[in-house]
């Protein structure tokens, strides 16, 4: 299994809302990142996980909350978001190498589609 | 500050042609740079990357060439076909961490039949 999956493919919340993306691989991956892309923009770094602990935060707002269950899996957790957060939200997974030593493949799901109304 | 960027937002070509689609880094120190092809609806798919002590690399169709001299990053697609219509963005990994992904603007890259 080479894939990154994630669900919901597309998603419509109000400002008061809370809801969860959430993004699987089965490849053995042990770091997942979690992007942000606006239209016709590049996607952004938002947040790390290596071995299950959070190891980059981009200064990103707290209304956006990830969490690492497993190895296997991602969540991000929406609350209070505004219109200005709606955008794809990409979940990405590469090997990590020994003291992150080197540059190791990211692989991207399809992504979810949000629309903060 | 760190920045990757695009000359040209748009490239239209005809089927069989070779496409360049050109990228500006900044960031002198990075280790890495990587071209990443992204169809509608779908994310970034990794094409090629090329290491920052090489000048040249080849893959199937695809040619990556580095001139660290301008700062200067170019993707090479030969015989361009309309399954190769997509954005294209290069990213770089800055030296402050292997992980850290920072992508240039993206060129839109449409293949006429």
């Avoid at chain 1, 919340?13 to 606006?38: D, I, P, V």
């Amino acid at each position: 299994d080479t894939e990154v999956t994630q669900t919901p493919k597309h998603l419509v919340m109000g400002m008061t809302n809370k809801k969860s993306l959430k993004c699987e691989q089965h490849m053995g991956h042990r770091a997942m990142y979690w992007y942000k892309q606006k239209a016709k923009k590049p996607p952004e770094l938002m947040f790390v996980y290596s071995y299950e602990k959070l190891s980059i935060n981009e200064s990103v707002p707290s209304r956006f909350s990830p969490e690492c269950p497993n190895s296997s899996l991602l969540n991000l957790h929406l609350h209070a978001l505004q219109p200005e957060d709606s955008a794809l939200y990409l979940c990405a997974s590469s090997q990590v190498s020994p003291s992150d030593s080197s540059y190791n493949e990211q692989f991207f799901g399809p992504g979810t589609r949000l629309t903060v109304l | 500050g760190e920045s990757v960027g695009l000359h040209l937002p748009t490239l239209s070509v005809q089927e069989g042609d070779n496409s360049i689609i050109n990228c500006a880094y900044s960031n002198s120190a990075s280790d890495y740079f990587i071209w990443y092809k992204q169809e509608s609806g779908k994310g970034p798919q990794f094409i090629i990357d090329i290491r920052s002590n090489m000048d040249k690399r080849q893959g199937q169709r695809v040619t990556v060439l580095l001139n660290k001299t301008v700062k200067h990053l170019s993707l090479q697609i030969a015989a361009t076909q309309p399954g190769d219509s997509a954005v294209y963005f290069c990213a770089e990994i800055p030296n402050t961490g292997f992980q850290k992904l920072v992508f240039g603007t993206g060129t839109r890259l449409l293949v006429s039949p």
